[in-house]
């Protein structure tokens, strides 16, 4: 049974930092792309960073640049994503997504998502 669960969300006031993590089990952790995405209320879901599957390259989106960090560790079957210098606007449920492409198969799993709140 294939399952990604998110910690680490929760209420933080601007400028604070957050790390969240995301639990991989039922598949071969290792072999999988793992990107976080996040989606605020009345927008649709979007990419903020994510990670090759021996964690060798990295990408953010724009927004995430500079403050972001997303790194894995494969013995743990865990992805992380380190958020610093928080902003309002990073408000959102954050996700964890992995994907693997085999032969012509795509293999896309989600988490059930974590709540990110920067206020003061």
């Known amino acids: 049974q294939v399952q990604l669960v998110e910690s680490g969300g929760g209420l933080v006031q601007p400028g604070g930092s957050l790390r969240l993590s995301c639990a991989a089990s039922?598949?071969?952790?290792?072999?999988?792309?793992m990107s976080w995405y996040r989606q605020a209320p009345g927008k649709e879901r979007e990419l903020v960073a994510g990670?090759?599957?021996?964690?060798?390259?990295?990408n953010y989106a724009d927004s995430a640049k500079g403050r972001f960090t997303i790194s894995r560790d494969n013995a743990k079957n865990t992805v992380y994503l380190q958020m610093n210098s928080l902003k309002p606007e990073d408000t959102a449920v954050y996700y964890c997504?992995?994907?693997?492409?085999?032969?012509?198969?795509?293999?896309?799993?989600w988490g059930q998502g974590t709540q990110v709140t920067v206020s003061s």
């Open positions: 997504n992995a994907q693997a492409v085999v032969g012509r198969q795509t293999f896309d799993y």
């Open positions: 039922g598949f071969t952790f290792s072999r999988y792309a």
């Open positions: 990670i090759t599957s021996a964690g060798g390259s990295t």
